[in-house]
């Protein structure tokens, strides 16, 4: 594949979701390109908003799957990935409906992009389906899952 076809979508008319390459899924709908795994299951420590902002900047720095605009998800695209038809495991093993082409034993709760006042970010919960604010240095069962747009 020539690196400028890398963002090419692939041909699907069943499904939303295809495998990428490189550990990423294909949201052929949205054209997002998610990495399969969330914070959590790639470090093994959960972190607060600013941690996992700092962690993406380290991912573009190294062009982590052969991309650099790796970033956290709007509240409105983490949301998309609640679908109550859908079931996967969190890492505590409850059932979540979440796509089962992301790999199970993630994080319930995804930090997102929204800020506001500077101090609180959304995190959205996939156990419900609800976003809140919280304190962006709050580490409790801090997660989120990068994404980037296809170009």
Known sequence: MCPEDK??????TDSRFVEGENGTVIDVAK???????DTWQMTGKWMNWVQIRDYAEE?????????SNWRMPSSVEAKSLYNKGQSNRDHMGQTVPLYS?????????CWTNDVRNKIQAMRFGYRRGVA????????????SRLVREIE
């Open 101 to 109: 082409i992301f790999d199970p034993g993630f994080g319930f709760l």
């Open 132 to 143: 809140t604010f919280d304190d962006v240095y709050r580490v409790s069962r801090g997660s």
């Open 59 to 67: 991912l573009n720095k190294q062009n982590f799957a052969g991309y």
């Open 7 to 12: 963002d090419q979508l692939p041909v699907q």
């Open 31 to 37: 054209r997002l390109v998610w990495l399969k795994k």
